[in-house]
């Protein structure tokens, strides 16, 4: 069994006691786990993101700014993610888009700084990875606007309706699944992950965050992952190990890698 973890952030402070350990080896000598894209969510985590990468063959770096952080962003920032996407170890832009959970930032500056991210991954070829919360329809709309359909991606922690699935499946987006869908007042979630194509779906843990049942609440990596295999298995009623393959091949279409 193959497992690519599309989602993690493994420079988080979390992680600072033994880094070293687990991206040494002790990540990918159990459980499947051979790659894992590490996500940026401002400037500092994107650049540890890409050092991460570039250390080892089997990680690859996503870079971005997400919703939180947006307030502090500057053109420069942009002028420095294009810069930083000429390593072929990055392979998306984000994590950006939408949170409307908070009152801050501003709606109009998160809108701001989504558009100019959408922007630069399409200048620069690559897929976008979205995180979205409390924003379904602005995104979708901003979405629409930047025409994302052209840049591609994967929505990141999908919590939406199955009807809004459909309405993201329409651009060609992926559906980035974890460990929320075995807990189980997960019921949303559990109807979008059976109405959503298997050749739609990737695994990711947002390490070390979203633990799956039964480890709720511990810190999360992704070892934990054949607890998300085995939980879309039953409610595609198909093998763990089906899930396994075409979730990783999925992932390597995604991030557009090749062999």
């Known amino acids: 069994m193959k497992i690519f973890d599309t989602h993690a952030h493994y420079d988080d402070r979390a992680f600072d006691a033994d880094r070293d350990a687990l991206l040494g080896g002790e990540l990918f000598d159990s459980t499947g786990i051979v790659n894992f894209a590490n996500i ?13 990468a570039e250390n080892d063959e089997r990680v690859y770096a996503v870079i971005g700014v997400i919703p939180h952080h947006v307030a502090e962003m500057t053109e420069n920032d942009i002028d420095e993610l294009r810069a930083m996407a000429a390593s072929p170890k990055v392979v998306a832009i984000g994590e950006i888009g939408l949170d409307y959970y908070y009152d801050e930032p501003a709606k109009d500056l998160q809108h701001k700084w989504f558009l100019k ?3 630069l991954a399409k200048e620069l ?12 329809q602005d995104t979708y709309e901003l979405m629409k606007q930047a025409h994302a359909e052209e840049i591609g991606g994967v929505v990141h922690c999908y919590s939406y309706s199955e009807e809004m699935a459909r309405e993201f499946l329409k651009m060609g987006f992926y559906f980035g699944i974890g460990g929320v869908v075995t807990f189980k007042n997960a019921k949303k979630l559990k109807r979008a992950v059976q109405a959503i194509p298997l050749d739609k779906i990737v695994l990711e843990t947002d390490a070390p965050y979203l633990t799956p049942s039964p480890f709720r609440g511990e810190r ?19 093998t763990p190990e089906e899930v396994a393959e075409a979730t990783y091949e999925n992932a ?7 062999e």
């Open 40 to 52: 940026g969510c401002d400037m500092k985590t994107s650049r540890m993101s890409l050092e991460i």
């Open 117 to 119: 991210q959408m922007e």
């Open 125 to 136: 070829g690559l897929p976008i990875v979205i995180h979205s919360r409390d924003a379904a």
């Open 220 to 238: 999360n990596d992704s070892r934990y992952l054949p607890y998300v295999v085995e939980e879309i298995a039953r409610l595609k009623e198909i």
């Open 252 to 258: 390597r279409r995604l991030y557009r890698i090749n």
